[in-house]
């Protein structure tokens, strides 16, 4: 099993939809999770991080299941800026040593 | 903004010729990273320091060298560059964020595209 998975994309939505990205990881020890968004030959950036408890900023919220080792990423009311690629980022500790990125998912917002 | 910049931003070499690209930081981070994206395998993990002097292998290193000998820049060298090293690079810093739980987060610099012909 692949240390941090996620859904294969691309996905092709209409503005306004609803889309989720799932992402699992393998070590349960994992301490710290992220969403990153990287736009087409851009540099990754810090989207959320993600907690057990849920986090919400505006129109995104993350989710963490550590039961099932398991993270979620949900858009509402999908814009054309929305689309790029969201990276689920998984920390095994608390060493700044290394971070684990899943291969990324391709969202696409059509008008 | 954590004041990163990468040098060349773009490059264009030959197999076997040696290559440096260049991290600089204005911040005085301690950790400073080096990642290659290329499609299908998504960001890997090249070298990484935490401190002037010291550093540690990534994932995929063979072929790589770092050097940090001061703060601010991370150097990243291919002794003799292959085709298989055509990718793009990016430098990060890490950061605790206490507001995100003390979690550690990375910030990336533009990136330095390399073409090995």
């Known amino acids: 099993r692949k240390e941090v998975e996620q859904d294969p994309g691309p996905f092709n939505v209409p503005e306004g939809a609803t889309v989720a990205f799932n992402c699992t990881y393998s070590?349960?020890?994992?301490?710290?999770f992220f969403w990153y968004r990287q736009d087409c030959r851009k540099e990754p950036k810090l989207l959320m991080s993600?907690?057990?408890s849920g986090n919400e900023d505006g129109r995104f919220t993350a989710q963490l299941n550590r039961a099932s080792q398991y993270i979620s990423l949900l858009i509402r009311d999908s814009k054309l800026s929305d689309s790029a690629t969201y990276l689920c980022?998984?920390?095994?500790?608390?060493?700044?040593?290394?971070?684990?990125f899943g291969k990324g998912t391709k969202l696409s917002v059509k008008p | 903004d954590a004041g990163i910049t990468q040098s060349p931003r773009h490059k264009v070499t030959e197999t076997g010729t040696p290559v440096t690209l260049r991290c600089h930081q204005t911040?005085?981070?301690?950790?400073m990273y080096w990642y290659r994206q290329d499609p299908g395998h998504g960001l890997r993990l090249i070298h990484y320091?935490?401190?002037?002097?010291?550093?540690d292998k990534g994932e995929v290193s063979d072929g790589y060298s770092v050097s940090r000998s001061k703060t601010e820049d991370f150097l990243l060298t291919l002794e003799s560059a292959t085709s298989s090293q055509t990718s793009v690079y990016f430098c990060?810093?890490?950061?605790?964020?206490?507001?995100?739980?003390?979690?550690?987060?990375?910030?990336f610099g533009a990136g330095s595209r390399l073409t090995v012909l």
């Open positions: 990060a810093i890490s950061e605790v964020r206490a507001q995100l739980s003390g979690a550690n987060v990375l910030t």
């Open positions: 320091s935490y401190g002037v002097k010291d550093t």
């Open positions: 980022v998984v920390t095994p500790g608390r060493s700044q040593g290394n971070l684990i």
């Open positions: 993600v907690y057990s």
């Open positions: 911040e005085n981070h301690r950790y």
């Open positions: 070590n349960s020890a994992s301490q710290s």
